[in-house]
């Protein structure tokens, strides 16, 4: 598939979502969230001081917005950030991605250990937020529990474990929990999943930093496509505009310091046959 540059001269794109027919993503070392047009215009939504990672929308269609260093999720209501819930108590280290599900309640995931730090690894867990912001910790023992999609449904939610190189799937109950912990897919050695979202057949595509690749994978495992990039790989989201494209958020390196002075992170595009599906 032919892969094309939309956008360019980012510090670290993370957590893309395509919403009422635009495109966002955190620019994470440049401390705003951006709209990306179809020119490939990159815009400033809000700036989040304490990087910015996992977008997702109230019903009422305000933004949440996880502020990774200082642990909380903020509500951009168009004007005016604020916080809707503090995760510190759950989240020892940065909190990472996030899918809002219909109803507006949130599941965040975090490192579980100082990773930009060097420090040893330790499990993390999955947090979920009600819409009032009261938070619980609804799955844990998770190998950095990164990018999340919720089936259209409202039944099942998967993630990415990066560093266990699988995605783990449980059963929603009505009020919110996990139940039911499963394997959905081991991916192939060498990969490592980050970001991923869901398409219309179930099927879900996984970027993979270590192998500049997304990955279309089946439940079960089974990859079904393959698309190659010219580097890391972190992030991806369906989009709909005439057709469905991929969107892949792309860097050459996910350290703090290189992506800044570097600014070579992009937003790179591909013709996918199938459309997008539950959340994000």
């Known amino acids: 598939m032919a892969i094309q540059v939309l956008a360019d001269d980012i510090c670290f794109g993370e957590g893309p979502r395509w919403h009422d027919g635009r495109f966002y993503f955190s620019d994470m ?3 705003q969230v951006k709209t990306v047009a179809e020119t490939g215009q990159v815009s400033s939504v809000v700036e989040v001081e304490n990087r910015p990672s996992g977008l997702g929308w109230l019903p009422n269609g305000d933004l949440l917005i996880v502020s990774m260093l200082d642990r909380r999720i903020l509500l951009f209501d168009g004007s005016v950030l604020s916080e809707h819930a503090d995760l510190s108590e759950f989240a020892p280290f940065e909190c990472n991605d996030m899918t809002v599900d219909s109803t ?4 965040v995931g975090h490192f579980g250990f100082d990773l930009n730090g060097g420090a040893s690894f330790n499990h993390a867990s999955l947090i979920a937020i009600e ?6 910790v609804v799955a844990d023992h998770l190998s950095f529990p990164n990018g999340t999609v919720i089936t259209p449904d409202g039944g099942t939610l998967v993630v990415a474990e990066t560093f266990a190189g699988r995605l783990t799937a449980f059963d929603i109950v009505d009020n ?31 970027a993979s930093p270590p192998t500049n690749e997304c990955l279309r994978l089946a439940e079960g495992g089974e990859v079904l496509e393959r698309i190659q990039v010219g580097q890391g790989a972190y992030a991806c989201m369906i989009g709909e505009a005439d057709t469905p494209l991929l969107f892949v958020m792309t860097s050459p390196s996910s350290s703090p310091a290189e992506c800044r002075a570097l600014r070579g992170a992009r937003v790179e595009t591909a013709p996918v046959s199938v ?3 539950g959340y994000p």
């Open 29 to 31: 070392h440049d401390q």
């Open 104 to 107: 507006g309640r949130a599941y």
């Open 275 to 277: 459309a997008g599906a």
């Open 131 to 136: 819409t009032d912001g009261k938070s619980r």
């Open 176 to 206: 919110g929990d996990l139940e039911n912990r499963r394997l959905w897919g081991q991916l192939p050695a060498g990969t490592a999943p980050d970001g991923i979202c869901l398409d219309a057949q179930g099927a879900i595509w996984v």
